[in-house]
Each structure stands twice: as C-alpha cells, then as structure tokens.
C-alpha cells in the first residue's frame, strides 16, 4: 500500500511517539493485554469505501520535532465511507493506538481483535443503550460519552434494533459523541436525520468522525447517503 505522509498523522504521529522516546515509564503505564484492548472510529476524510472489510492504512511516515524521519505501523483499518478503526488500548487519561505486533503477540487476526475490542467496551463501559432523541431519531450511548460512535461497531446491538425495523436502519455518527439513527422506512425521521447529522458534524471540529449516512439491513453496513466532499 502507497505510504502517507498527511499532516494529521504526522502530527499524531509525533504526539504518539514523544513518550516512547522522552519517557518510557509513562508509556509502560498502559495496560497491553487483551483485555484493554477497545477500538475507535475516526474520519478518513475523501474516502468512500464501499464494503466493511478490514484494510490496513500500512506504514505511515512522519517527521519529529527534532527533524528525526520515522515510520510507524499501527493497528489502523480502512473500514466504511469515510471513516476508520483504531485498535487502541485504553488508559486513565488517553488511548494508546495497537502496532501490528501487538495483535501478533495477542495471537488475533484483525476481525478477532474488534471483536475482542467491542467485548471489552461493552464489559467496560456498558452495553448500549437507544434513547428517544429529537425528529423521531433515537441517540445510542453507553458509560463513556466520547466512545459512543465505537458502538457503530457492535453488530449485536444493530442485530437487536432491526427485529424492531426489519426495513432496515439509516443511522449517523458525525462525531465521536454522537451516534443516531432513524428506521429506513420513517421518511420523515430519515429526513430529520440528514439536517442533524450535517449541523452536528460541521460543528464537531476536531471531534469529527463521519459525514456519511449508513444503512444496516441484513446483517451488515452500507453507504446510504455518501460522505461530503472535503
């Protein structure tokens, strides 16, 4: 895969790599083992990637401050429209991204670690929960507010809200906060949907995860309505 040199990674870069060489005890401060194991959803803004296979971002490349080059691969996904997923472990304070290495010492594929990540959330910070939101639109959260998009990715609480909908379900997460969606066959909740999804993302600034509608029906996710152009 063509190597990247984005400025948003190369600053995260730097920010990730400041304490493995500055100050090793705070990076041991983070709990490696399975069972910290969570995952993210960021924006991976011009993307529209059509199914939800896993593809690896590969190795990306940045420059420190100190004008030292350095290349890093980690546990980043290409996953679905415009958005990725980040294997993380987590801390009190902030979250540590997983390096391929990680999942090879863990002994898990990529599709077994989100499993795993979804598990541990869900242990962590609660099960899901939809609660009725405005325009006929139902919000999902759980224990850690800024973790509810991660629940996009909890394919049994989807599983669950289809039998309600067996039409399908149109559902947003335009930031990390936010995760809301609407029964495909309520025109004017999926109307009311769209206005929302587009105020709450252009307000998200840095907390931003996706522009696009999706829709899941059938056990799986597609692209309803696709990401904005950057």
Known sequence: MA???HTAFALWLALLCAPLAGNAQAADAFDTGPANLMAVLRESAGANKQDESLQPYGKLRATMPDGRAIE???????????????????GPQSMQSASPEDLQRLRLEPQQALQLAIANMRRVYGTPAAQPWSGGLMQVQGGAPDLNSSYFLDRDFWQEQLRQHPQG??????????????PADDDDAVASLRFSAT?????AARSRVSSALYLFKDGHWSVFQPPMAP
């Open 72 to 90: 890093l691969e980690t546990s980043w996904f290409h996953y679905l429209g415009d958005m990725h997923i980040r294997l993380v472990f987590d």
């Open 3 to 5: 190597r990247r040199n």
């Open 199 to 203: 105020a709450l993302y252009a307000g």
């Open 169 to 182: 379900l149109v559902a947003a997460v335009p930031r990390r906060g936010g995760l809301v969606y609407a």
